[in-house]
């Protein structure tokens, strides 16, 4: 979490979040602080997850956005975390601190568990084949989904504020940067229909689902915009490779992602279709990946807090400077 975010955040503003949706603050349980503040926390003995987003991270429309869609894919069968009401009858609350505030928000807790990435068989055919099934569903659906406002309209991927790469990279990466907006300037050639483009997750990767007797149930959709289909597909690739298959030869990761896809792509057809042009673009969302996530660590750490990661940013910086993505198809 930025500095400037953990200076205003207290159990004050917690407390008075948990109150406003009737959650007991003693049973209160941090899960996460990299971009919201995530708890677990119990109403009448239930587990729910209450989060806190800042907003200088998100507006509470768009929040409210992110919300209208969640619930639009639940209600068309999609399996994810729905978002619930404050005692107020609100989806949304502010807390204000200073001239900023804290949306509150708060959703069903997935049943099941995250994959286990000590388990070499995981993740299992089949659940390969449910991830896909369901993005390939959450997919088919979104091309009819429409916000209830103008205000609530998530934005397009390109208008994310890590797309300025020069605002947090130094400028000894000015290198890196150039790449960065070459990957942008390449994708203003791809078409935008409705087949290939809509409202997407962005970001379903093993740590944003739990898997209960094979089916899976998909949260955190805070990074929800405009993007094309196939870079939902390319994310799940990207980041089962990345925990999967560290350290090991490249030859070996790229028969590992060749077998993933292919499961992985069974499952997505049986509810949604895109053209082959797509599955040959997957190595242009893996590059972007790359250096979205080479952006995301300059922006949340320090100099001294990056080195804990040098290994990693290491390996992701010589795959941009060579402009190859992680694995080859």
Same mark, same amino acid.
């Given at each position: 979490?930025?500095?400037?975010?953990?200076?205003?955040?207290?159990? *004050?503003?917690?407390?008075?979040?948990?109150?406003?949706?009737?959650?007991?603050?003693?049973?209160?349980?941090?899960?996460?602080?990299?971009?919201?503040? *995530?708890?677990? &926390? !119990?109403?009448?003995? +239930?587990?729910?997850?209450?989060?806190?987003?800042?907003? =200088?991270?998100?507006?509470?429309?768009? +929040?409210?956005?992110?919300?209208?869609?969640?619930?639009? $894919?639940?209600?068309?069968? +999609?399996?994810?975390?729905?978002?619930?009401?404050?005692?107020? &009858?609100? $989806?949304? @609350? @502010?807390?204000?601190?200073?001239?900023?505030?804290?949306?509150? =928000?708060?959703?069903?807790?997935?049943?099941?568990?995250?994959?286990?990435?000590?388990?070499?068989?995981?993740?299992?055919?089949?659940?390969?084949?449910?991830?896909?099934?369901?993005?390939?569903?959450?997919?088919?659906?979104?091309?009819?989904?429409?916000?209830?406002?103008?205000?609530?309209?998530?934005?397009?991927?390109?208008?994310?504020?890590?797309?300025?790469?020069? !605002?947090?990279?130094? !400028? #000894?990466?000015?290198?890196?940067?150039?790449?960065?907006?070459?990957?942008?300037?390449?994708?203003?050639?791809?078409?935008?229909?409705?087949?290939?483009?809509? $409202?997407?997750?962005?970001?379903?990767?093993? &740590?944003?689902?739990?898997?209960?007797?094979?089916?899976?149930?998909?949260?955190?959709?805070?990074?929800?915009?405009?993007?094309?289909?196939?870079?939902?597909?390319?994310?799940?690739? /990207?980041?089962?490779?990345?925990? !999967?298959?560290? &350290?090991?030869?490249?030859? #070996?990761?790229?028969?590992?992602?060749?077998?993933?896809?292919?499961?992985?792509?069974?499952?997505?057809?049986?509810?949604?279709?895109?053209?082959?042009?797509?599955?040959?673009?997957?190595?242009? %969302?893996?590059?972007?990946?790359?250096?979205?996530? /080479?952006?995301? %660590?300059?922006?949340?750490?320090?100099?001294?807090?990056?080195?804990?990661?040098?290994? $990693?940013?290491?390996?992701?910086?010589?795959?941009? @400077?060579? @402009? *190859?993505?992680?694995?080859?198809?």
């Amino acid at each position: 979490m930025e500095r400037e975010v953990e200076q205003q955040f207290s159990d *004050v503003v917690l407390f008075d979040a948990a109150q406003r949706f009737g959650m007991s603050t003693d049973s209160l349980k941090l899960l996460g602080d990299f971009e919201n503040y *995530v708890y677990e &926390g !119990k109403i009448d003995d +239930v587990s729910y997850v209450l989060r806190l987003t800042h907003s =200088s991270h998100r507006s509470t429309d768009m +929040v409210l956005g992110e919300i209208e869609w969640i619930n639009y $894919l639940a209600e068309n069968g +999609v399996s994810v975390a729905r978002a619930i009401h404050s005692t107020s &009858g609100k $989806l949304a @609350e @502010e807390i204000h601190v200073g001239e900023d505030y804290f949306v509150a =928000s708060m959703f069903q807790k997935a049943r099941g568990r995250l994959l286990d990435r000590t388990n070499p068989v995981e993740p299992t055919p089949e659940v390969i084949f449910e991830w896909g099934k369901t993005i390939g569903k959450m997919h088919r659906l979104t091309k009819h989904f429409q916000p209830s406002e103008p205000r609530f309209r998530r934005p397009q991927w390109f208008e994310d504020d890590l797309m300025c790469f020069e !605002k947090y990279l130094p !400028k #000894e990466d000015k290198h890196i940067i150039n790449i960065g907006y070459s990957l942008l300037e390449y994708a203003k050639n791809f078409p935008q229909s409705q087949d290939c483009y809509g $409202l997407i997750h962005t970001d379903v990767h093993q &740590g944003n689902f739990f898997v209960d007797e094979g089916r899976i149930t998909v949260f955190d959709f805070d990074d929800c915009s405009y993007q094309w289909f196939a870079s939902d597909i390319a994310i799940a690739l /990207y980041y089962i490779v990345w925990r !999967k298959c560290s &350290g090991r030869p490249q030859s #070996e990761k790229d028969a590992y992602a060749k077998e993933f896809l292919d499961n992985f792509m069974i499952g997505y057809n049986t509810e949604n279709r895109l053209e082959e042009f797509w599955l040959n673009e997957i190595p242009f %969302f893996l590059k972007l990946r790359d250096i979205t996530l /080479y952006t995301v %660590f300059h922006q949340k750490f320090d100099q001294d807090n990056l080195q804990r990661f040098a290994k $990693l940013l290491d390996e992701i910086r010589s795959r941009i @400077e060579r @402009e *190859v993505p992680i694995v080859n198809l």
